[in-house]
């Protein structure tokens, strides 16, 4: 008998590669949250069944009883954080609070898994960042990312909820319709090379294929002990060498610039220490230029 799992934000970029993750290895898959799709294209994401909701302990309990609980919803921009920081400790905070409770009452044997965020380091000095921190938040994203994780600890302590920990570091591939690869397409496909920063910024680019493996691997590893891995490929690169990957994959006219002026809240270098996440099995296979050329190509097409 298929087991199944929960995951939260399920129209969600990161949501929907899980579900359908999940669904190829023979979960039966419930997704929860907001979005306007239809049957036919939530089924071919992998969902049995969708409820557009908001996610509360109430819902949650009403649904059939789970092996796991994959909590993908929440707020997913520093832009949209510093706007509107009530509303993302709202959606972030207060619905990692509810899947707790659910939980707690309903499922304590289920696995909780959290994509949490590299956000949580904030500015970091040293690179690879491993797990142990220091944590430093610089935005309200990272904040509530770090109050998410702190309620995690209390309820495994406390409760002993089976939980898991991902900070997962620059997710990118097709379907993303936002953050940097997104806005660049559109910039680019316009013949405007002009962008914030420096160029120089590092960052370390997950494909959601394999964002999605870890998070049904850390499934297997969640436990009162609260573990936490980083999610990225432990390979720094910088922000003009993706822009220059993605530039010739479109070859438009545009020549790259930057302001030199770094956005708010934007960290100057992230490489993830993966020493973790490989302990457990898993390990990224996605090649990132393939990758940034597929993301163009879809782009151009229409992005369907």
Not at 78 to 87: D, G, R, T, Y
Not at 195 to 210: A, K, P, Y
Not at 238 to 250: K, N, P, Q, S, W
Request: with cysteine.
């Amino acid at each position: 008998m298929a087991e199944t799992a929960i995951v939260t934000g399920a129209y969600g970029f990161l949501g929907r590669h899980l579900a359908r993750a999940l669904a190829l290895e023979g979960h039966t898959v419930i997704g929860i949250g907001h979005g306007d799709w239809s049957q036919a294209q939530w089924r071919s994401w992998g969902l049995a069944a969708w409820h557009r909701s908001d996610v509360t302990t109430h819902v949650l309990a009403a649904l059939d009883r789970p092996s796991a609980v994959f909590h993908c919803a929440g707020g997913s921009s520093v832009a949209f954080s510093l706007a509107n920081p009530a509303q993302d400790f709202s959606r972030t905070v207060g619905t990692t609070l509810a899947v707790l409770e659910f939980l707690r009452r309903h499922a304590p044997r289920a696995a909780l898994v959290i994509p949490s965020s590299a956000a949580v380091y904030g500015a970091v000095r040293q690179v690879p960042i491993g797990v142990e921190g220091p944590f430093n938040p610089v935005s309200p994203y990272g904040a509530h990312k770090k109050m998410t994780e702190d309620l995690c600890h209390s309820y495994a302590r406390h409760f002993g909820a089976r939980i898991a920990l991902v900070r997962l570091f620059s997710v990118y591939g097709i379907g993303l319709r936002k953050q940097l690869l997104w806005d660049a397409c559109i910039k680019l496909a316009a013949g405007d090379g002009h962008f914030g920063g420096h160029g120089g910024e590092i960052r370390d680019w997950l494909h959601v294929e394999d964002a999605a493996r870890l998070l049904i691997v850390a499934a297997r590893h969640a436990s009162p002990a609260c573990p936490a891995v980083n999610g990225g490929t432990g390979e720094g690169v910088t922000v003009r060498d993706v822009l220059t990957e993605l530039l010739a994959a479109m070859a438009p006219s545009a020549l790259l610039e930057f302001s030199g002026t770094a956005r708010p809240g934007d960290p100057d270098s992230y490489v993830a220490n993966i020493a973790g996440a490989r302990a457990w099995g898993w390990s990224p296979r996605e090649d990132r230029t393939a990758a940034l050329r597929a993301y163009a190509s879809w782009f151009t097409a229409g992005a369907a």
